[in-house]
């Protein structure tokens, strides 16, 4: 209801209240009739029932009229100008919208009746409700003050009234005119209700509109502008922390204050002791002067002071970090602030809660190492955890305001006046004098500990000194706390109640010292005589600053105070025990949480059980002991082969894995101890209850082992000085070699238990109740906890372990995440664990006595915004043992030890840095030598790591240029490192160190400061170290964001850990590396270089095709403007720029596929010549065969001219006198009968034929032209050749099988010799050389005999070249020039005879006068046709198609088919590179079972590969749908071409016309010159209408052709094609036809220029005939475990003598037989000849071969298994 409604009569105004007064109605007095018919009653009584913001609804009288009424209402707003009107049926109540709020409206009311009479108006006034603000916001909320703004309503405002209100108390009432507003002095953390309520112009006030808002706490405040507000419920992890981000690789200045804590932790983490200087550059610049250049003076700027407000204390930073940390950051902030000598938080409060913490957790971690006076003379040393520690406590705190710096005392107090360091926060600091939002109430704890040497140390004893921030009058349980845990507090002061209950109230155990300043002008001599006397203190117990006393007096005399306190005090407290006085006070204890209460305990199980570490090792951790030793000696031995001895070589290696398999079994026998069982369940347990455990676990551990290790020292001290006791230093030096127990033991247990259980079966319980364990261990890495990599008790690497860990983590993180590695190597005790852990922030074991042994890896996350920058989403850091450690020095094999490490991380590496000391120059050169052999290794295997020498403690500032000698030197000797590691790995073209890699003396040099700050333990970390370390850790960075390769992915990493480990296990580490990453990408090369080969010779199989079928057209319909040898020397042009253009081509391929990131294509770096040579080869090998071919073509054409002339003439001769005989019986007059026309035309050919000459056709003697061609083939080999030749005449060669035999009685008796022992001798090895040459010979001669063409002497010049290239193949088999001339012979022989009879048959086919009488019956239908005037269109159509098109277009598709099938069997997996096809073919051997195939695969490789791919085209040529297709393309291109050529071609006379035709269709189809000829005889058919019916014969001839396609048996389709897909495929599969000639498995190099021959799988030599020569039993030993053997070989190659396997290379230098990976890869192989071996012997005529127990074990899925992993099949 409206307040103030205004109602009007139309004579005079009167204004009343609305609630209380009505209109009259305006009749004439006493109306109490009906009213008269041209009255209109008015509308009586009006009330305003309610008045809204937009709406106005009013109340009318009902009348009891019987006549009907409308109601007009008017209204208007006199201030707005805003009228309006409805018109609506008589009523009661009537509601007018669309108002505008706060605004007053006049309503003038009229009665009209229906014959348009008006009553009297009635005019109203009434107001709006004025709208109150609508979507009131908090924009800002700080601690004390709260920012509102709202939406502007409707209607004019006067202004906005604010009340704030608390707990229903009005606080502040406030007014504005605008839409904003900051409400101040409230008070922080307090809930306010805020109300704003409109006042308009006309005194109206709307309803207002409420919110509530929180001021922000302190804490809140400061969160929020640090930015942490999300990590005060989400607590900050480490991961989080030590992700490598923008910030870590950028020196990007603060620049506003939520970069602080984030600078703060980086610093922090990098142990800089400038890590609390933290301030913004804009409040930095603020205080410079705005423009540089005035230089004005402006004294009111000199005493302008920086207002506080804009800069944050370090305290409060540091107290916000902590409050918005986990226990685990919390605990690793505390430990690197105490290397820092920073104060860490003993009780970190919450200014919100009121509540405290005790930080006991986040100061477990923190060991201290100092000398006490006790043990100065023995020069022994304390080590322990601070928190376990009895010292006495000192504690500073504050009452009231002071006017000293208590913190800054504390740090004179605690820095001697050589080595000050702010150990606390003082005013006096940057920052320092800042406002503190938070941290009063905090209490920090730091501790002297003294160095042993009297005239440094301050304190001759430990001592803890804590200082509370704050007055203590409000950090009361703060106070008390200390008071109960000192020996003494100092209470600074600058006045004191004389009261002082604070301090006279206390019950304490603490001595309590008034430190009083007597030149503050509050300071009262009288309270404090009142408060000493309440406190019963002495003269000792007050220290005051007088005006005499300056700060170093004053500091000297409380030093002494506490020097006293701290000697004479029994009062000493581990800071363990404080817990309980915490809990009694109410004040937490961060240990206090149920996951770190039950980690402890069971952390606490275990640790408690230890009593002797060796025994407890023994008892509860047996796996990892001799048994993993021995494991390890053997795995070696399998590979190195050192004591095989003369003992068969398989027979010894499957010994060897029986005896690892009894150790397997020993290992199962094993019950999983106590310790394991409650380790494994501890570490099930949820996320951050197992961080928990693991930590308490190792703190555990490190605390029993430094108690071991203290003990030991001592005992080795004392025995060391009596020199009989060698023995027993002995057994204390292998004791301190084994005290040292970890948690890396457990997990190296866990591993060993898991890979024990995988000799048990799948099935097996227990093998399945362990299978999770690699992902606990995945998971574990995932969270930043460093793993085992490689266990430097055994020097070994559980390989199954670790893979199935990190094949876990890849299935944890994204899809195809990339890592980057970090490793460091030198020598033990340089720092390289502590250089890492200050670069990256991480945890690698430092403490003493607990120098790091094998190789840790720990993961550190990359963050989003610099993933692509550095094309990684990890960091792999990689720790490693010190090389030359001293614990191995010992050892025969120490270098060797050194040598696998290093050679695995640097392979590991994409950077590795090198840890060097200048100063001793032998041990930098062993060290160097290793490394340099590490990398020299990687380079041959094709890895590229980078790396960084880093030279420890130079801290000179002008270190690097007065090194520049130095860098020199080393460089110098980097050179002769590389000689000698060369000369060992037989890598001799390896001169200088920077052909291994690259590298720069200026930029791989880097020089690091001593690590400490001044003496320790008192020293902090130099900052200087830092900072070096930091410029370190950028570099590698942008290292990595730079780097040309891609990084690996986890898996990648994997194989890359197996390969490099399996090759390092060997001797010779480049010649036994195998790495499937490298044979995949090799394959994926192959595929894609076999796919740019493919190309190029498809183009070129359409080329020739093209370019053959021109010359077999070129001249036979019309004259052509050049001569023939002009159009072949164009074509042979055209050929070169096309073959030149492809060869570009495939190099340029080549090029880019070498420029790409993806894939490890810097692997196969090394092949990519061998590419490249093979392109050009190719090009080489295309441009003779298509020069042979085109010249071929163009010859035999040629020769075909004359004939063509003289069928030509006879043509002609037989048209004119068929056409004179045509008249001739048109000119008689009596009509012929058909017999006697027939009669008439038969006179006339009988006769023309007998009157034609038909000269004899010569025939070439084509055994004449070979022999000539052989001649002069052999005319370079010497003078006995030409005798050689005349012994035996052409014609007579090749009659009978070739047979190679030995001349001389000595070398025939060793030839039958070597028969009886099956040993291949020279003769035999030339036998099989030439029984492969003439069979491919065999095949070319059959191959040009099927096209029926006429004999071209490139025939034989093809198979010469062929027999030449293939000795030049088998260079290395001798052989004499008797050999090369009988087989030459031999094969030109059966040529010579073949192509004589090929040519003959071709001259007889082409006789002219054969193949006139074959067209007579021809001639005899178009006589006849003309004779009687019949229309030969359609005939001619129909014969042109059928003799001419249809013969052209099958030709045509038989030449396109063959490349279209090749090019669909290289899509398919097995024909993809010659590896595949190898495993694809020996897969299908081992799905038949068959011995038979497998004996014809052995012995008759090339005959039964040709069948298998004969097969496999077969199969899939059979399935009908691709070749149909392909047949189909062809087909429709050829009736197109047709078509178009109808269509195209010139309508003049007919002859001109099927020119025409014939010309377009030159390029493509090939017709027949004879059937044209006969075409064109007596054709009177018009060009016009003969184009149509020849148009509809072709569309007729497309079906036709298609159903005979799909007729035509596919073997058929197969032997008419005229590129053999069976022959290219062969070609592409066979490569270069090598054996391997120990095992005659096939070489699988792609290309065909390779330098090296390698297979991926080599046989027992027995299944290649080899047999033991006494026992005639078959070979077992498999070449690839002879290369490491001591065994020898003899052969033909050797003359007969025996050589060593090892040395083999000597022998076979262009093969590559590298030793197995693992002892499965030959399974396949051990399991054919196991389960066939009686076979084989009978099929060899030989015994039985010893099969080794292992091989008859080996079941058909691991031999598949083997196949799979050989090949690299995914």
């Not at 209380?20 to 009213?35: A, I, K, N």
Request: aromatic share 8%; charged share 25%.
């Amino acid at each position: 209801m409206a307040e103030n409604v205004i109602m009007e009569s139309s004579e005079e105004e009167d204004f009343y209240d609305a609630s209380e007064s009505f209109l009259e109605p305006r009749g004439e007095e006493g109306t109490d009739t009906p009213p008269q018919s041209d009255y209109v009653p008015p509308p009586g009584e009006i009330t305003v029932l309610s008045a809204g913001q937009e709406t106005v609804s009013l109340g009318l009288p009902v009348t009891d009229f019987c006549v009907g009424y409308t109601l007009q209402i008017n209204y208007y707003c006199d201030t707005l100008l805003m009228r309006g009107s409805i018109v609506i049926e008589d009523c009661s109540i009537v509601e007018v919208e669309g108002l505008i709020p706060g605004t007053e409206y006049t309503f003038s009311i009229v009665r009209i009746a229906d014959n348009g009479n008006r009553s009297k108006e009635a005019l109203l006034r009434v107001f709006t409700e004025p709208s109150p603000p609508v979507q009131i916001t908090v924009d800002e909320a700080n601690t004390e003050s709260l920012s509102l703004c709202w939406d502007i309503p409707a209607g004019e405002v006067e202004h906005y009234i604010v009340t704030c209100c608390s707990e229903g108390e009005i606080v502040q009432e406030l007014t504005t005119d605008t839409n904003n507003l900051t409400i101040s002095d409230l008070k922080p953390g307090v809930c306010y209700s805020l109300q704003v309520s409109v006042k308009l112009r006309n005194g109206r006030i709307s309803k207002p509109t409420v919110i509530s808002a929180h001021t922000k706490t302190r804490l809140e405040s400061l969160l929020g502008d640090l930015v942490l507000e999300r990590h005060y419920a989400e607590k900050l992890s480490l991961s989080t922390i030590l992700q490598i981000d923008k910030r870590t690789i950028s020196d990007e200045p603060v620049k506003c204050n939520s970069d602080l804590p984030w600078y703060f932790l980086k610093k922090l983490m990098m142990v800089n002791v400038t890590a609390r200087n933290v301030k913004c550059t804009s409040v930095c610049e603020s205080t410079s002067d705005a423009a540089p250049g005035n230089t004005e003076l402006d004294f009111d700027d000199l005493f302008d002071t920086l207002h506080l407000g804009d800069t944050l204390n370090p305290l409060d930073i540091i107290t916000a970090l902590f409050l918005c940390s986990d226990g685990f950051v919390q605990q690793e902030m505390a430990l690197k602030m105490s290397m820092c000598q920073f104060s860490v938080p003993l009780l970190l409060p919450n200014c919100d809660t009121k509540q405290c913490t005790l930080m006991l957790w986040a100061m477990r971690d923190i060991v201290k190492k100092y000398r006490p006076q006790s043990l100065l003379e023995s020069k022994g040393f304390t080590e322990d955890r601070v928190v376990v520690s009895e010292l006495p406590l000192i504690s500073f705190v504050r009452l009231g305001e002071c006017s000293m710096s208590k913190s800054e005392i504390l740090n004179k107090l605690l820095s001697n006046s050589q080595q000050y360091h702010d150990t606390f926060v003082h005013h006096n600091m940057e920052c320092g004098d800042s406002p503190r939002r938070i941290s009063n109430g905090l209490t920090e704890i730091t501790w002297y500990l003294p160095c042993g040497n009297k005239n440094m140390d301050i304190f001759s004893e430990p001592v803890a000194v804590a200082n509370l921030r704050g007055d203590i009058a409000s950090c009361e349980t703060q106070f008390y706390f200390l008071c109960q845990t000192s020996a003494a507090v100092f209470v600074f002061f600058d006045t004191l109640d004389s009261e002082c209950e604070l301090l006279t109230n206390l019950h304490h155990k603490a001595q309590i010292f008034l430190v009083g300043n007597h030149q503050s002008t509050r300071f009262s001599k009288d309270a404090l005589k009142n408060v000493a006397t309440k406190l019963s203190l002495t003269k000792d117990n007050i220290i005051i600053k007088t005006n005499q006393k300056n700060d170093a007096d004053f500091v000297k005399n409380l030093r002494e105070t506490v020097s006293n306190v701290v000697e004479n005090s029994k009062m000493k407290m581990r800071i363990e025990q404080m817990a309980d006085i915490a809990h009694e006070l109410g004040i937490w204890v961060d240990e206090d949480s149920s996951e770190c209460q039950t980690a402890k305990e069971n952390a606490d199980a275990i640790a408690a059980e230890i009593q002797d570490i060796l025994k407890y090792k023994d008892a509860q951790l047996p796996l990892q002991g001799q048994i993993w030793k021995d494991l390890t000696c053997l795995e070696k031995e399998e590979f190195r082969l050192r004591n095989v001895g003369s003992e068969n070589v398989e027979k010894y290696k499957s010994d060897l894995q029986i005896q690892k398999d009894d150790l397997r079994k020993q290992q199962n026998s094993y019950d999983i101890s106590n310790a394991m069982t409650c380790f494994i369940k501890a570490i099930s347990s949820p996320g951050i209850e197992r961080c928990y455990f693991l930590k308490w676990l190792r703190m555990n551990l490190d605390n029993v082992s430094r108690e071991k290790l203290s003990d030991l020292r001592e005992q080795y001290k004392k025995k060391c000085k009596d020199s009989e006791n060698k023995e027993e230093i002995k057994d204390i030096d292998r004791q301190l070699s084994n005290s040292s127990l970890g948690t890396e033991h457990f997990f190296r247990e866990m591993g060993q238990i898991y890979e024990a259980s995988l000799s048990l079966p799948e099935e097996d319980r227990s093998r399945q109740q362990l299978q999770h364990l690699p992902k606990l261990c995945a998971g574990l890495l995932l969270d930043g906890f460093p793993l085992e990599l490689v266990d430097g008790d055994a020097s070994n690497i559980p390989l199954r372990w670790v893979s199935d860990i990190l094949s876990q983590l890849n299935d944890l993180v994204p899809p195809e995440s990339k890592i980057r590695v970090v490793t460091v190597l030198g020598v033990q005790s340089t720092g390289k664990s502590t250089l890492l852990n200050t670069m990256f922030g991480v945890q690698f074991a430092v403490s003493s006595g607990r120098c790091t042994r094998g190789a840790f890896m720990l993961l550190i996350r990359i963050n989003e915004d610099v993933k692509k920058e550095l094309n990684c989403d990890f960091l792999m850091i990689i720790d490693t043992e010190g090389l030359k450690s001293p614990e191995l020095a010992q050892l025969d094999n120490s270098h060797e030890h050194d040598n696998e490490l290093a050679t695995l991380v640097v392979g590991l590496s994409d950077i590795t840095i090198i840890n060097i000391a200048m100063e001793n120059s032998t041990e930098m050169k062993d060290i160097l030598q290793i490394v340099v052999h590490a990398f020299l290794r990687m380079k041959e295997v094709g890895k590229k790591p980078k790396c960084q020498f880093v030279h420890q403690n130079v801290s000179d500032v002008s270190a690097h240029d007065k090194n520049l000698r130095d860098r020199e030197l080393l460089l110098q000797q980097l050179n002769e490192m590389t000689q000698a590691a060369a000369k060992m790995e037989q890598k001799e073209e390896n001169k200088n160190f920077t052909d291994v890699m690259e590298y720069s003396p200026d930029t791989g040099n880097w020089y690091i400061p001593g690590l400490w700050n001044g003496n320790p333990p008192m020293a902090p970390v130099n900052a200087g170290y830092s900072e070096a370390v930091y410029e370190l850790k950028k570099n590698i960075i942008q290292t990595f964001g730079g780097c040309d390769s891609s990084a690996n992915n986890i898996l990648d990493f994997t194989e890359w850990t197996k390969s490099l480990w399996n090759a390092v296990k060997h001797e010779n580490f480049i010649f036994s590396f195998r790495n499937s990453l490298v044979a995949d990408a090799y394959m994926r090369l192959c595929t894609e270089f076999n796919k740019w080969e493919w190309e190029f010779k498809k183009k070129m199989y359409a080329w020739v095709t093209e370019a053959e079928t021109k010359i077999s057209n070129f001249g036979k319909i019309k004259s052509e403007a050049s001569d023939m040898t002009e159009f072949l020397n164009d074509l042979k042009s055209e050929a070169c720029t096309v073959l030149t253009e492809w060869e570009t081509k495939i190099l340029e391929n080549l090029k880019k596929y070498f420029k790409q990131t993806e894939g490890h294509v810097y692997l196969v770096e090394g092949y990519r010549e061998d590419f490249a040579n093979s392109a050009k080869s190719l090009r080489r090998e295309m441009e003779r065969s298509v020069a042979n071919q085109l010249t071929a073509a163009a010859d035999i054409r040629q020769g075909m001219t004359e004939v063509d002339r003289i069928k030509e003439n006879h043509t002609k001769k037989l048209e004119g006198r068929v056409c004179a005989l045509i008249e001739e019986c048109r000119g008689k007059k009596v009509k012929m009968t058909d017999k006697e026309v027939d009669e008439e035309f038969d006179k006339m050919w009988n006769k023309t034929v007998k009157e034609l000459s038909f000269s004899k056709q010569n025939i070439t003697d084509v055994i004449a032209s070979v022999y000539c061609h052989l001649r002069k083939n052999l005319s370079q080999k010497g003078s006995c050749v030409s005798e050689l030749l005349d012994q035996t005449r052409l014609q007579d060669c090749g009659l009978v099988p070739f047979k190679y035999t030995a001349e001389g009685f000595y070398n025939q008796f060793k030839h039958k010799l070597s028969r009886l022992f099956n040993i291949e001798d020279h003769v035999m090895a030339l036998q099989n050389i030439a029984d492969r040459i003439i069979m491919e010979c065999t095949d070319i001669i059959t191959e040009k005999m099927n096209r029926k063409n006429n004999y071209h002497d490139t025939y034989i010049q093809e198979i010469l070249h062929k027999i030449d290239e293939r000795l030049q193949d088998n260079k290395y088999v001798k052989r004499d020039i008797e050999f090369e001339v009988s087989l030459k012979q031999h094969i030109c022989g059966i040529a010579a005879r073949q192509f004589q009879k090929m040519h003959e048959d071709f001259i007889q086919k082409n006789d002219p006068q054969r193949c006139l009488n074959q067209n007579k019956e021809k001639y005899h239908a178009d006589f006849k046709d003309v004779f009687h005037k019949r229309d030969q269109c359609q005939k001619k159509a129909e014969e042109f198609t059928k003799r001419c098109l249809r013969p052209a277009v099958e030709d045509f598709v038989n030449r396109s088919l063959g490349p279209d099938i090749i090019g669909e069997m290289l899509l398919s997996f097995e024909f993809s590179t010659r590896m595949y096809f190898q495993y694809s073919v020996l897969l299908d051997l081992l799905s038949k079972r068959n011995f038979k195939d497998y004996l014809s695969f052995i012995c008759s490789y090339e005959d039964y590969v040709t069948k298998w791919i004969f097969d496999r085209i077969l199969e899939h040529s059979s399935k009908g749908s691709t070749i149909s297709k392909s047949e189909d393309r062809h087909l429709q291109s050829s009736i197109k071409s047709i078509n178009d050529a109808i269509k195209g071609a010139k309508s003049g006379n007919m002859r001109e016309f099927i020119e025409d035709v014939c010309h377009k269709l030159s390029g493509e189809l090939d017709m027949s010159k004879d059937a044209l000829d006969a075409f064109m005889i007596l054709n009177n058919a018009t060009p016009e209408q003969f184009a149509h019916c020849l148009t509809v014969c072709v569309k007729d001839m497309e079906p036709a052709l298609r159903k005979k396609f799909t007729e035509t048996d596919i073997q058929v389709k197969l032997q008419n094609l005229y590129v053999k897909p069976e022959k290219e495929l062969f070609t592409k599969v066979i490569g270069c036809g090598k054996l391997c000639p120990f095992c005659k498995a096939p070489c699988e190099a792609g290309g065909k220029e390779h330098k090296e021959h390698f297979t991926s799988l080599h046989r027992p030599e027995g299944l290649g005939r080899f047999r033991w020569r006494w026992s005639g039993k078959l070979v077992t030993d498999i070449c690839t475990s002879l290369v490491v053997s001591d065994a020898s070989f003899c052969c033909n190659e050797t003359n007969g003598e025996y050589h060593p396997y090892k040395n083999y290379i000597k022998i076979f230098p262009d093969w590559k037989i590298p030793p197995d990976a693992s002892l499965q890869a030959s399974d396949y192989w051990k399991y054919v000849l196991a389960k066939f071996n009686n076979k084989f012997a009978k099929a060899y005529e030989a015994e039985p071969a010893d099969i080794p127990a292992t091989w008859n074990k080996i079941t058909h899925k691991q031999a598949e298994d083997s196949l799979k992993v050989s090949f690299n099949v995914k």
